[in-house]
Structures are given as C-alpha cells and as structure tokens.
C-alpha cells in the first residue's frame, strides 16, 4: 500500500518522572518528549493521521559524557528535523519503501552533522512510527493485521513467508525494569500518590515475573544490590531476569569477573539461574573489540 507524506508536524512537552531513573552514567527525574503528528495521503486520495512519541533521552543515545543533556536533546532534535525535511520531499512509497529509501542517505547526512549511527536513526525511526499509524488507521486495521498482511510493504521473500505466520498470543509478560537508584525494600521519600514506591512494592502490586536488572560496571556494587534484589525476587515461585550493563563495562574482562563473582555468591544462586540473557555490558567503543564467547557460552549476550 503506497502512501505519501503530506504533512509531519513536530512537537514537545516537558515531563517528570515520578521517580528518578538511573541507567547508565545518568539519573533521569525529567526530560522533553517528543511528539511526531504525519498526515498520509494514498493513492487513492484517502488521507489520514498517525502519531507517535518518546522521550529525548540523555546518554541513551550519545554516552559521551562530556555532552550535557541539553546537547544529547539537541542532537536528537536535529536527527527528527534532517529526517522530517526528506521524508516531506519524496512522493508516494510503501511504508517499508519510505524507512528503505532514505536510511542510508539519511545516516550519511546526519554522521557527518556530527551524530552516531544509533542518535541518527531515532528520528527516522519515530516519523516511520507515525507514519505506519496513519497507514493503519485509513484501512481501519491493527498493527498486527498490517504486519501479518505485510501492508507496510516489506521487500525480502522469506519475511513475507515469516509474517503469514504470525499469530497474536493471548497476554504477554510485562517486564519491569529495576534501576540503579530504585528502591528494593524501603524509601525515605515515598511519592505518596497510592503507586508503589520500591521493587517489593511493585511484585507485590503488579505481581510481575519478568525483570530488567541495570548493572553500573562496579563489580562489587553491583554484586550488592543484586543480592538485594534477590532477596525480594526469591520469595516468587518463578522468575526471569535479564542484566542490562548499558555500557558501562570497559571490557569483556569486568563482565566476566561479574559473572563469576555472582556465581560464587550463595545469595545470587537462584538469580543466577533466572537470568534469560546479557544486554549492553561492554562500553560501544570496546564491544567488538574482544571475544566474547566465554561470556555467550555462560547466557546470550546482545550487543548492539
């Protein structure tokens, strides 16, 4: 189905968080969301309206941290207006047709503005979001009825073959992410609002099952507040958890060490065995500088 985009409109607003937020070398407590508003017209003269949105997230993008988040929100402003300005000049593609057409002049064009390769996608990225949106608001569809019935135009043979099989699942497993400053047990400053305000709060609450565990590249800090946070997840009767390093090991050594030392705590014995896989422990820059094949023989690791 090929569209044209007539319309993006760019937008934002300032949010708080309700508790602060730390991954990586930032404690997030407030940033800009960005807003993108497409209209699409289709061949056959229909027009529709999509939306999409996220947040301008500091050091996710860019970690530099000789950036300040003012800098890492202007980058990502800038990415959202080189993409906006190509998308607007193209006639009529497919969805797919529209996000193909224009990733590698657009990553070109932003690399040498100054922006990585990942800051550089997110504005493609949201105006594709959008833009699918409009797209399956006019035929009157779900995202997974256009997926399955590959309305967005995805090229490659064998993913056409992949997505006719596709089924919805009945619920999924809502993954909650405990941060480096999030509370496990007890807070000497409770918002107050009725939410839950610490990690058993929230197993409690929610009852969930699935865990993102952010480590900050402190061997013997991280080992701590693991032990910590098993001490609540131990008392369900299953769970899986995920380790989410963000960059911040210099090297697959620190990793390693990591994971040794968890596995010779009899605190962390049955974390240990609940972690499904490794995300991001390796600082960009080093991540494909070594083997990482000891780690991956121990639980998948994904780095990207």
């Not at 056959?44 to 929100?73: H, I, M, T, V």
């Not at 504005?123 to 833009?131: N, T, V």
């Amino acid at each position: 189905m090929r569209f044209a985009l007539r319309q993006i409109d760019l937008f934002e607003r300032d949010v708080r968080l309700r508790l602060p937020f730390r991954f990586g070398i930032v404690t997030l407590t407030q940033a800009p969301q960005a807003f993108v508003r497409t209209r699409i017209r289709l061949e056959n003269g229909r027009e529709a309206e999509g939306s999409a949105a996220e947040l301008l997230a500091p050091k996710w993008f860019d970690k530099n941290p000789a950036l300040s988040n003012e800098q890492n929100f202007d980058q990502l402003r800038l990415s959202l207006s080189l993409a906006r300005e190509a998308y607007l000049a193209e006639g009529a593609n497919t969805a797919f047709g529209h996000f193909w057409t224009h990733y590698e002049p657009h990553l070109a064009q932003a690399v040498s503005e100054g922006l990585n390769s990942l800051t550089a996608n997110f504005g493609p990225a949201l105006i594709d979001r959008a833009a699918l949106d409009a797209l399956c608001r006019a035929l009157g569809i779900s995202f997974y009825q256009a997926i399955k019935a590959n309305t967005a135009g995805i090229t490659a043979a064998e993913t056409r073959g992949f997505l006719e099989t596709l089924q919805p699942r009945n619920e999924i497993g809502a993954r909650h992410t405990v941060g480096l400053v999030d509370a496990i047990t007890s807070t000497e400053k409770p918002v107050g609002d009725g939410l839950p305000d610490t990690l058993a709060d929230v197993v409690a609450r929610y009852g969930h099952r699935w865990f993102k565990l952010k480590v900050g590249g402190d061997v013997g800090a991280d080992v701590e507040r693991l032990a910590a946070i098993a001490s609540v997840l131990d008392r369900l009767p299953d769970y899986a958890v995920s380790l989410d390093g963000n960059e911040q090991y210099d090297s697959i050594d620190g990793v390693l060490e990591l994971w040794r030392r968890m596995k010779a705590t009899p605190r962390l014995a049955r974390l240990v065995a609940s972690v499904a896989f490794i995300e991001q422990p390796i600082k960009r820059q080093n991540a494909l500088a070594a083997d990482v094949s000891a780690l991956s023989r121990e639980r998948p690791v994904i780095i990207d």
